[in-house]
């Protein structure tokens, strides 16, 4: 595998292009930490409404675990369990965590049942996360806060129903802030991020003006956490669209 770092953004952030391919498949690690995240979930959000596992796994296992909406928290979160297993490729030097499990924020009308996760409208969050919880360890390479990931080369939509092609990591804002990180060893701490789907041109302002020029954005637009598959593209402009 091919890790190019000598690429920079516009904005003078590195850019990773992975060209060889993925690491061969390896036995999954043993879902390690499986039981403590259930329980900081529990104990911080609310019960497991239930858990989407895996049949077939590659490096590491990956569940998914549904907290249903409450009067707290009045929409659906999703959180993997397993991504922690193996630490990241974080840069030498760095105090990025090494250890991440993802989220994402659903609005309260979303679908989450075994006769929807046949429509791609319904399922896509879940393949979303499950894909970039492995993709670090697929090659060799780290999430962290202000990451962009597309979807594919060139980036496509991650369902016929919205025109979302790419996910952008942050430290998640709709949770308590104890619930953040949790540490299961002396040397482990687990840290939690949420996923926020983006359209195109704004994974391309990210690149061309930083990540905060395109926070900045929503902040204008109050752009939320909780995904909403038809909220403005942040990147349209008079003259054009990133």
């Not at 060889?20 to 403590?36: L, N, Q, V």
């Not at 998914?64 to 909406?69: G, I, S």
């Not at 806060?145 to 016929?160: E, L, Q, Y």
């Amino acid at each position: 595998m091919a890790k190019d770092d000598k690429l920079v953004s516009p904005s003078r952030a590195p850019i990773y292009r992975y060209t060889d391919g993925e690491k061969e498949w390896d036995s999954p690690h043993g879902e390690i930490a499986m039981e403590e995240i259930s329980a900081h979930i529990e104990r911080h959000l609310d019960d497991i409404e239930m858990v989407y596992h895996e049949l077939l796994s590659d490096t590491v296992h990956i569940d998914v675990c549904h907290v249903k909406p409450n009067q707290e928290r009045p929409y659906h979160t999703l959180i993997t369990s397993g991504m922690s297993d193996l630490p990241m490729a974080t840069p030498e030097g760095s105090d990025a965590p090494r250890y991440l499990e993802l989220m994402m924020t659903l609005p309260k009308h979303w679908q989450l049942n075994d006769e929807a996760f046949h429509d791609e409208n319904w399922y896509w969050p879940i393949r979303a996360l499950k894909f970039l919880a492995r993709f670090p360890h697929k090659y060799g390479a780290w999430l962290g806060v202000g990451h962009t990931i597309p979807n594919g080369d060139p980036p496509v939509p991650f369902a016929n129903n919205t025109g979302f092609t790419g996910i952008l990591i942050l430290p998640p804002v709709t949770v308590p802030k104890r619930f953040v990180s949790l540490k299961v060893e002396d040397d482990k701490e687990i840290f939690f991020m949420s996923c926020i789907p983006l359209y195109t041109g704004e994974m391309t302002l990210k690149l061309h003006s930083g990540t905060q020029a395109l926070l900045d954005r929503f902040e204008k637009n109050r752009i939320l956490e909780i995904v909403d598959i038809n909220r403005k593209n942040v990147a349209k402009k008079r003259f054009g669209v990133f």
